[in-house]
């Protein structure tokens, strides 16, 4: 079945460092989506990637889905100590019918005052 | 925040006993999946219902089962507890149930299995 994998799987960075996760999913994707659960909470979504090579920002947050639409990249600049918590990506495979979103096992983020 | 709620929050159980818990969606989504979290781990997809049937079911054995409700709302069940079973119950609702609908969680049920 459809494996979703995330690097690293702990980060801890100063406050003020920027920060980087990659996901890859052994099959092509649909879509990619990400969510950020922060401790004791519960996932919330981020974003959604479509197109092949799509770049979205937020504020602070970059945004990258592959070419082949099999990897995407999330990218924090300047951490703050609002960031902490664990991002997921999560996709579905492309093909009709398919929307069971996989997720990958996450990357938790520490972020050091 | 998203509108979704789960009840009850938290739940404590013995091994083999049974447990339904339960999923109001956001208003306006006919579809609701749930998912299984471990510590540590990513959401894992166990079923989605959409329009009150089920529509599509990950890698869990048959003593899970789901129903939905005419008002969309959701509920999970569990036969036969095992201590595995032990974790973090999510549901999420979705406008639709295609790949592109948004999933919105709720806080979560966490269950213990003792």
């Known amino acids: 079945g459809q494996q979703v994998m995330q690097i690293p799987q702990y980060q801890h960075v100063q406050e003020g460092e920027d920060f980087t996760t990659y996901c890859n999913s052994s099959t092509t994707l649909s879509n990619i989506q990400w969510y950020k659960q922060r401790p004791g909470g519960h996932p919330v979504f981020l974003i959604q990637?479509?197109?092949?090579?799509e770049v979205k920002k937020q504020k602070r947050l970059t945004f990258q889905f592959g070419e082949a639409k099999k990897n995407s990249s999330l990218h924090i600049t300047a951490t703050q100590t609002t960031d902490v918590g664990t991002y997921f990506c999560a996709g579905p495979p492309s093909g009709a019918g398919s929307y069971q979103l996989t997720f990958g096992k996450g990357t938790k983020l520490s972020v050091i005052p | 925040e998203t509108g979704v709620t789960q009840s009850p929050t938290h739940l404590i159980k013995t091994r083999g006993q049974q447990v339904t818990l339960r999923c109001s969606s956001q208003s306006g989504h006919n579809t609701v999946s749930w998912y299984q979290q471990a510590l540590g781990q990513g959401p894992q997809f166990i079923f989605q219902y959409y329009r009150e049937e089920e529509n599509g079911r990950g890698n869990f054995p048959p003593r899970f089962s789901g129903l939905q409700f005419p008002n969309y709302s959701s509920e999970l069940n569990v036969n036969a507890l095992e201590l595995d079973d032990s974790a973090l119950y999510l549901c999420?609702?979705?406008?639709?149930?295609?790949?592109?609908?948004?999933?919105?969680f709720g806080a979560g049920t966490r269950l213990s299995v003792l």
């Open positions: 990637l479509v197109k092949s090579g």
């Open positions: 999420a609702s979705s406008l639709g149930s295609g790949a592109k609908n948004i999933q919105y």
